[in-house]
C-alpha cells in the first residue's frame, strides 16, 4: 500500500473543490442561472471535473490498484510532487475562469495532462502485466486504456480552446469545440473510469461476482466508438454523425447497465458487521439511475428538430448560444448537466467513498508487533464509518440534486441557493466523517 500522504493530498484537494462549488452556487446562485457557457458556470464546471471527479479518481487509483486491480502502485517523492504539481494546476484553472484569464487556464489545463498521464504511465504497464484467476479481465483493462487516452485528448483539447480565444486557433463556432471538449470528458474519461472501477469494485461493495468475459470487451468498444463519434461530430457540427454517436453511446451505456443487472442477479455473502442497510452500495446504485436519466435527456435533445439550427437572438431569459435549439432546449440542457456531472458522477464518487476511505485508513493503520508480524487495528474498516455523517449526507445528497436541477431549470433563485446549501452541508458532513476514521487510526 503508498503512504497516506499521495492519495490524501488527491482525496482533500477533491472534498475542497466540491465544496467551494457549492458555495459559489449557495452564496451566488444567479450567476449559475441562464445560459451555461459563462465564466462564474464554467469555474463551478471545472471545480468538479478537475477537482472533484479527476482528483478523486487519482487518488483512488492508489488505493484500487493494490487492493481491486492487484497492482503495484508504490509511492515515492516524485509522486507527492505530481499530487502537488496537480493541485496547483487544479487552481489555476479555477483562477483562470475567475479572472477570465485563457492563458492561464490553457498553461494549467497542461499541468494537469502531465500529472494524470504520470499517474496512468505508472498504472496502466503494471496493470497490462497481471495475469491470474484474480487478474482483471481483459475487457476491465481495456476500459482504463481508453479512459486514459480519452483524458490525453480531451485535456489536449481543453487548452487549445482556452489559447483559441487569444490566437483565434480554430475554425467553426467556440461553443461547438466546448460542446465537443465537454462530452469527450464526461463520458469519454469521468464515464468510462467510473466503468472501469466499477466492473471491479461493485462486486466488492454490492457484494456480487464479477463479470467478465468478450461481453466487457464489446461493450467497451461500442461504447468508445460512440463517444469517438459524437466528439468528432460536435467539433465538425455534423448533424446525422451527432445523433449516430449519440445513440451509439447510449447503446454503451445500457450494456453497462446490463453488466450491474447481472451483478445484483449473483449475489455473494455480505461482509460480516456492514451496516444495514449499506447507504454507500444504495447511494452508488442510485447514481447509476441518475446515468440512465442523463442519457435519455441528451438523446431527447439531440434528436430535437431545430436543434442545429442557428439560434434567433432575441432579449430573453436564456443568453441564445450561436447554435443549438428553443430555450426548452437549453433549460434541459441544464438538467442534462446537472444529472450527469453531479446525479451520476460526483454521486458515484461520494458512494464509493463512503465505503473507500475507511477501508483506506484501516489498511494503513497496521503496525509491527514485537515478532515482526503485521498487527491490524483494533476497530474493522466497517466500525470506522461515522455512520450519522454518512446518513446526513445521503439525504443531503438525495435531496440537492433534483432540487438543484429544479431551481436551474426554472430559474429560481432562492431554490437553486437551498440547493447549493444542502450540497455543501452533505460534503462537509462526509468529510467530517472521513476525518473521524482517519484521525481514529492514526
Same mark, same amino acid.
Given at each position: 500500500?503508498?503512504?497516506?500522504?499521495?492519495?490524501?493530498?488527491?482525496?482533500?484537494?477533491?472534498?475542497?473543490? #466540491?465544496?467551494?462549488?457549492?458555495?459559489?452556487?449557495?452564496?451566488?446562485?444567479?450567476?449559475?442561472?441562464?445560459?451555461?457557457?459563462?465564466?462564474?458556470?464554467?469555474?463551478?464546471?471545472?471545480?468538479?471535473?478537475?477537482?472533484? %471527479?479527476?482528483?478523486?479518481?487519482? &487518488?483512488?487509483?492508489? +488505493?484500487?490498484?493494490?487492493?481491486? #486491480?492487484? !497492482?503495484?502502485?508504490?509511492?515515492?517523492?516524485?509522486?507527492?510532487?505530481?499530487?502537488?504539481?496537480?493541485? %496547483?494546476?487544479?487552481?489555476?484553472?479555477?483562477?483562470? $475562469?475567475?479572472?477570465?484569464?485563457?492563458?492561464?487556464?490553457?498553461?494549467?489545463?497542461?499541468?494537469?495532462?502531465?500529472?494524470?498521464?504520470?499517474?496512468?504511465?505508472?498504472?496502466?504497464?503494471?496493470?497490462?502485466? !497481471?495475469?491470474?484467476?484474480?487478474?482483471?479481465?481483459?475487457?476491465?483493462?481495456?476500459?482504463?486504456?481508453?479512459?486514459?487516452?480519452? $483524458? /490525453?485528448?480531451?485535456?489536449?483539447?481543453?487548452?487549445? %480552446?482556452?489559447?483559441?480565444?487569444?490566437?483565434?486557433?480554430?475554425?467553426?463556432? =467556440?461553443?461547438?469545440?466546448?460542446?465537443?471538449?465537454?462530452?469527450?470528458?464526461?463520458?469519454?474519461?469521468?464515464?468510462?473510469?467510473?466503468?472501469?472501477? &466499477?466492473?471491479?469494485? +461493485?462486486?466488492?461493495? #454490492?457484494?456480487?461476482?464479477?463479470?467478465?468475459?468478450?461481453?466487457?470487451?464489446?461493450?467497451?468498444?461500442?461504447? *468508445?466508438?460512440?463517444? %469517438?463519434?459524437?466528439?468528432?461530430?460536435?467539433?465538425?457540427?455534423? *448533424?446525422?454523425?451527432? =445523433?449516430?454517436?449519440?445513440?451509439?453511446?447510449?447503446?454503451?451505456?445500457?450494456?453497462?447497465?446490463?453488466?450491474?443487472?447481472?451483478?445484483? =442477479?449473483?449475489?455473494?455473502?455480505?461482509?460480516?458487521?456492514?451496516?444495514?442497510?449499506?447507504?454507500?452500495?444504495?447511494?452508488?446504485?442510485?447514481?447509476?439511475?441518475? #446515468?440512465?436519466?442523463?442519457?435519455? +435527456?441528451?438523446?431527447?435533445?439531440?434528436?430535437?428538430?431545430?436543434?442545429? *439550427?442557428?439560434?434567433?437572438?432575441?432579449?430573453?431569459?436564456?443568453?441564445?448560444?450561436?447554435? /443549438?435549439? !428553443?430555450?426548452?432546449?437549453?433549460?434541459?440542457?441544464?438538467?442534462?448537466?446537472?444529472?450527469?456531472?453531479?446525479?451520476?458522477?460526483?454521486?458515484?464518487?461520494?458512494?464509493?467513498?463512503?465505503?473507500? +476511505?475507511?477501508?483506506?485508513?484501516?489498511?494503513?493503520?497496521?503496525?509491527? &508487533?514485537?515478532?515482526?508480524?503485521?498487527?491490524? @487495528?483494533?476497530?474493522? @474498516?466497517?466500525?470506522?464509518?461515522? =455512520?450519522?455523517?454518512?446518513?446526513?449526507?445521503?439525504?443531503?445528497?438525495?435531496?440537492?440534486?433534483?432540487?438543484?436541477?429544479?431551481?436551474?431549470?426554472?430559474?429560481?433563485?432562492?431554490?437553486?441557493?437551498?440547493? &447549493?446549501?444542502?450540497?455543501?452541508?452533505?460534503?462537509?458532513?462526509?468529510?467530517?466523517?472521513?476525518?473521524?476514521?482517519?484521525?481514529? !487510526?492514526?
Amino acid at each position: 500500500m503508498p503512504s497516506r500522504y499521495v492519495p490524501l493530498v488527491y482525496f482533500a484537494a477533491a472534498h475542497l473543490s #466540491l465544496l467551494a462549488a457549492f458555495a459559489v452556487i449557495a452564496l451566488a446562485p444567479r450567476s449559475v442561472l441562464g445560459f451555461y457557457y459563462t465564466p462564474r458556470m464554467l469555474l463551478v464546471v471545472h471545480l468538479v471535473t478537475v477537482g472533484w %471527479i479527476t482528483s478523486s479518481i487519482l &487518488g483512488a487509483l492508489y +488505493l484500487i490498484g493494490p487492493m481491486a #486491480l492487484r !497492482t503495484a502502485m508504490p509511492t515515492d517523492e516524485t509522486d507527492r510532487r505530481i499530487a502537488s504539481l496537480y493541485v %496547483i494546476g487544479g487552481a489555476g484553472i479555477v483562477l483562470g $475562469f475567475l479572472a477570465q484569464a485563457s492563458w492561464g487556464v490553457g498553461l494549467s489545463g497542461l499541468i494537469v495532462l502531465l500529472c494524470v498521464g504520470w499517474v496512468g504511465r505508472k498504472l496502466l504497464p503494471s496493470l497490462l502485466a !497481471t495475469s491470474g484467476q484474480a487478474a482483471p479481465a481483459p475487457g476491465v483493462k481495456l476500459h482504463f486504456v481508453l479512459a486514459f487516452a480519452n $483524458f /490525453g485528448l480531451a485535456a489536449a483539447t481543453g487548452a487549445l %480552446i482556452a489559447f483559441d480565444r487569444v490566437l483565434d486557433l480554430l475554425p467553426g463556432y =467556440r461553443l461547438a469545440h466546448v460542446t465537443a471538449h465537454a462530452h469527450l470528458a464526461f463520458l469519454g474519461w469521468a464515464t468510462m473510469m467510473v466503468m472501469a472501477a &466499477g466492473y471491479r469494485l +461493485l462486486p466488492m461493495f #454490492l457484494p456480487s461476482q464479477m463479470p467478465s468475459g468478450a461481453r466487457l470487451i464489446a461493450s467497451g468498444l461500442i461504447y *468508445e466508438t460512440g463517444v %469517438i463519434v459524437l466528439f468528432v461530430s460536435l467539433l465538425a457540427q455534423a *448533424e446525422a454523425w451527432t =445523433r449516430a454517436g449519440a445513440v451509439l453511446t447510449v447503446l454503451g451505456i445500457a450494456a453497462f447497465f446490463a453488466h450491474v443487472a447481472w451483478m445484483k =442477479r449473483h449475489p455473494r455473502t455480505p461482509a460480516r458487521g456492514l451496516p444495514r442497510p449499506d447507504l454507500g452500495a444504495v447511494q452508488a446504485l442510485l447514481a447509476i439511475g441518475y #446515468l440512465g436519466v442523463s442519457a435519455g +435527456l441528451g438523446l431527447y435533445v439531440v434528436f430535437e428538430p431545430g436543434v442545429f *439550427e442557428p439560434v434567433v437572438f432575441e432579449p430573453r431569459a436564456f443568453h441564445p448560444a450561436p447554435r /443549438g435549439g !428553443t430555450e426548452a432546449t437549453l433549460r434541459l440542457t441544464m438538467i442534462y448537466g446537472v444529472t450527469g456531472l453531479l446525479g451520476f458522477l460526483a454521486q458515484m464518487i461520494a458512494g464509493i467513498s463512503t465505503r473507500l +476511505l475507511p477501508i483506506f485508513a484501516w489498511m494503513t493503520a497496521f503496525t509491527t &508487533g514485537p515478532d515482526g508480524v503485521r498487527v491490524p @487495528p483494533e476497530k474493522t @474498516p466497517h466500525e470506522l464509518v461515522h =455512520r450519522p455523517a454518512q446518513v446526513a449526507s445521503f439525504v443531503l445528497w438525495v435531496a440537492g440534486v433534483p432540487a438543484l436541477a429544479a431551481g436551474l431549470y426554472l430559474e429560481h433563485v432562492a431554490l437553486t441557493s437551498a440547493a &447549493g446549501t444542502g450540497l455543501f452541508l452533505a460534503v462537509a458532513a462526509a468529510a467530517a466523517g472521513h476525518y473521524v476514521a482517519f484521525r481514529s !487510526t492514526r
